[in-house]
Nanobody, 124 residues
Framework: QVQLVESGGGLVQAGGSLRLSCVVS????????MGWFRQAPGKEREFVAAIRWSAGSPYLADSVKGRFTISRNHAKNTVYLQMNRLEPEDTAVYYCALARGVGIPTTPKTYNSWGQGTQVTVSS
């Protein structure tokens, strides 16, 4: 059983930055993918970014390209989402998720394990 715990959310002004962390406990495999999703009130859960646990290039949604980056630290069993130049439209609960051996999926239903989420609020 894998557990994911997010942290790093908060309130920030537009143009500011935040770094989210997701600590992964339990067994992981090199083929696993780690993803970040977000969900704003009244909206569906939306793909933000993903990366293979072992190696490979990240994949980001068009809406965050050039502003967000995803990375991983194997020694700390942690995946990060660095968010720069934040906009009010980025306000949402952000979730970390793990998908077993299916490439780099972008749909929530493909992911097997989820964290509890962390709130990000960007004021204008």
């Amino acid at each position: 059983q894998v557990q994911l715990v997010e942290s790093g959310g908060g309130l920030v002004q537009a143009g500011g930055s935040l770094r989210l962390s997701c600590v992964v406990s339990g067994r992981t495999f090199s083929s696993d993918a780690m993803g970040w999703f977000r969900q704003a009130p009244g909206k569906e859960r939306e793909f933000v970014a993903a990366i293979r646990w072992s190696a490979g290039s990240p994949y980001l949604a068009d809406s965050v390209k050039g502003r967000f980056t995803i990375s991983r630290n194997h020694a700390k069993n942690t995946v990060y989402l660095q968010m720069n130049r934040l906009e009010p439209e980025d306000t949402a609960v952000y979730y970390c998720a793990l998908a077993r051996g299916v490439g780099i999926p972008t749909t929530p239903k493909t992911y097997n394990s989820w964290g509890q989420g962390t709130q990000v609020t960007v004021s204008s």
